[in-house]
C-alpha cells in the first residue's frame, strides 16, 4: 500500500514549456485535489475530483488543467509554464481523512 | 464561506517547554471536520488528527493534545514537553461536510521551532 504517489520530485521548465504533474492512489479513493503551496500562503485548491471522469476547479485553477480517467490516477497539466506557477505541487486523495503525495517542486524560469 | 487563521506566525520555544499552537475557523456549517497536520523540514505533509464538529471532546496522542471548543470556534494544538523533532510547520484545516474532500481549507502554518 504505497499511499499516494507522485512524480516527478523536482522539475525544472522553461517559461512557455508544458508539462504533466503525475498522481497516483491505491487506496480506492473517490475524491482526489491538487494543491500549491507557495511561502506564507498554506496550501491553495488548483483542481478536484470526486470521482473518475468528474473535475472541477478550486481556488486557484488558471493555467492548469486535470482529468480523472481512473479512480486511480489524477495528472496536472500545466499547457504553457509561468515563472508564477514556480511552487510546491502536492497532490492529496481524501476518504476519512485526507493524505498527501511527497510533493513535485516545481521551478520555472 | 471557510477560513481558517492561524495567528502565530513563526514560534520558538526551549526543548521541554510546553507550546500551544492556536487555530480559529470559520464556517456556516453546522458539520465540518477539523485537521491538523504536520510538515517537517523534509517537506512531507504528516496527518495528525481528524475532528468531526459533533465530537467536543478533547483529546491527547502521548505528548500531543487538542483543544476544540466550538463556542469560540477555536482547535488548538498543545505539544508537552517540545522536542526538536517537532520542529515544522503545523497547519490547521477545515473540511465542511457537504462538501467534504473537495475543499479543505488550510491556514497559513505555524512554524514552531524547538531548540536544544
Request: proline share 4%; hydrophobic share 35%; aromatic share 12%.
Amino acid at each position: 500500500n504505497a499511499g499516494v504517489t507522485q512524480t516527478p520530485k523536482f522539475q525544472v521548465l522553461k517559461t512557455g514549456q508544458s508539462m504533466t504533474l503525475q498522481c497516483a492512489q491505491d487506496m480506492n479513493h473517490e475524491y482526489m485535489s491538487w494543491y500549491r503551496q507557495d511561502p506564507g500562503m498554506g496550501l491553495r485548491l488548483i483542481h478536484y475530483s470526486v470521482g473518475a471522469g468528474i473535475t472541477d476547479q478550486g481556488e486557484v485553477p488558471n493555467g492548469y488543467n486535470v482529468s480523472r480517467s481512473t479512480t486511480e490516477d489524477f495528472p496536472l497539466r500545466l499547457l504553457s509554464a509561468a515563472p508564477s506557477q514556480t511552487s510546491v505541487y502536492f497532490c492529496a486523495s481524501a476518504g476519512e481523512t485526507q493524505y498527501f503525495g511527497p510533493g513535485t517542486r516545481l521551478l520555472v524560469l | 464561506a471557510q477560513k481558517v487563521t492561524q495567528a502565530q506566525t513563526e514560534i520558538s520555544v526551549v526543548e521541554k517547554e510546553d507550546v500551544t499552537l492556536d487555530c480559529v475557523y470559520e464556517t456556516r456549517d453546522t458539520t465540518y471536520y477539523l485537521f491538523w497536520y504536520k510538515q517537517p523540514p523534509s517537506g512531507e505533509l504528516v496527518f495528525l488528527i481528524r475532528r468531526n464538529s459533533f465530537d467536543e471532546q478533547n483529546e491527547i496522542s502521548g505528548r500531543y493534545s487538542w483543544n476544540f471548543q466550538k463556542s469560540t470556534s477555536s482547535f488548538n494544538f498543545t505539544i508537552t514537553a517540545s522536542q526538536v523533532v517537532d520542529s515544522a510547520v503545523y497547519f490547521c484545516a477545515l473540511s465542511e461536510a457537504q462538501n467534504y474532500g473537495q475543499n479543505f481549507v488550510f491556514g497559513p502554518g505555524t512554524r514552531l521551532s524547538v531548540l536544544p
